[in-house]
T-cell receptor, first 112, second 112 residues
Framework: KNQVEQSPQSLIILEGKNCTLQCNYTVSPFSNLRWYKQDTGRGPVSLTIMTFSENTKSNGRYTATLDADTKQSSLHITASQLSDSASYICVVSDLGDYKLSFGAGTTVTVRA | DSGVTQTPKHLITATGQRVTLRCSPRSGDLSVYWYQQSLDQGLQFLIQYYNGEERAKGNILERFSAQQFPDLHSELNLSSLELGDSALYFC???????????FGSGTRLTVV
């Protein structure tokens, strides 16, 4: 069983709307949690990285939250743009910071 | 440009053949990681090298092998290729654990 579960698997939103992606993990203890954006056919690009002591981290219109007690994270996209269409991947690093566990990703499609 | 260089960008080859994918990490990064991403699938960790030595192994087939050279570039060798090996192969590098973890733009391998 994957140690990082993401939901929903995919979603479609209208341009300008907001959306929230979920990430639940079982990796424990952990070093950090990252959200990546991957455009089709391209390499993943880091959006945010949070340690267990951080609750929220923003990067422009992207805001990630972390609840280390419930082992949940979310990525909120505000005022979506067509360029936000991509796969968003949640990645958790173990405490030794050597092993990364990847979620399967959430595919976001933004329509005009 | 992420600083991680992968070549070639595209590769088409026949079943049963052998190919070599190359990765040059960001300047100063000692760790190199290889991932496979099949169509509509998540990233699957293959193998990690740190300063020339194998550090961790994931779901890497026996037909696949990798190495990291003294100049820190890495090569992933895929042999006896099968149709199912068609995928995007990503390399990532880091200088310390998962911090600064950066992906290359990938090599798209098509086996026909």
């Amino acid at each position: 069983k994957n140690q990082v579960e993401q939901s929903p698997q995919s979603l479609i939103i209208l341009e300008g709307k907001n959306c929230t992606l979920q990430c639940n993990y079982t990796v424990s203890p952990f070093s950090n949690l990252r959200w990546y954006k991957q455009d089709t056919g391209r390499g993943p690009v880091s959006l945010t990285i949070m340690t267990f002591s951080e609750n929220t981290k923003s990067n422009g219109r992207y805001t990630a939250t972390l609840d280390a007690d419930t082992k949940q994270s979310s990525l909120h996209i505000t005022a979506s743009q067509l360029s936000d269409s991509a796969s968003y991947i949640c990645v958790v690093s173990d405490l030794g910071d050597y092993k990364l566990s990847f979620g399967a990703g959430t595919t976001v499609t933004v329509r005009a | 440009d992420s600083g991680v260089t992968q070549t070639p960008k595209h590769l088409i080859t026949a079943t049963g053949q052998r190919v070599t994918l190359r990765c040059s990490p960001r300047s100063g990064d000692l760790s190199v990681y290889w991932y496979q991403q099949s169509l509509d699938q998540g990233l699957q960790f293959l193998i990690q090298y740190y300063n020339g030595e194998e550090r961790a192994k994931g779901n890497i087939l026996e037909r696949f092998s990798a190495q990291q050279f003294p100049d820190l570039h890495s090569e992933l060798n895929l042999s006896s290729l099968e149709l199912g090996d068609s995928a995007l192969y990503f390399c990532a590098s880091s200088s310390r654990g998962s911090y600064g973890y950066t992906f290359g733009s990938g090599t798209r391998l098509t086996v026909v």
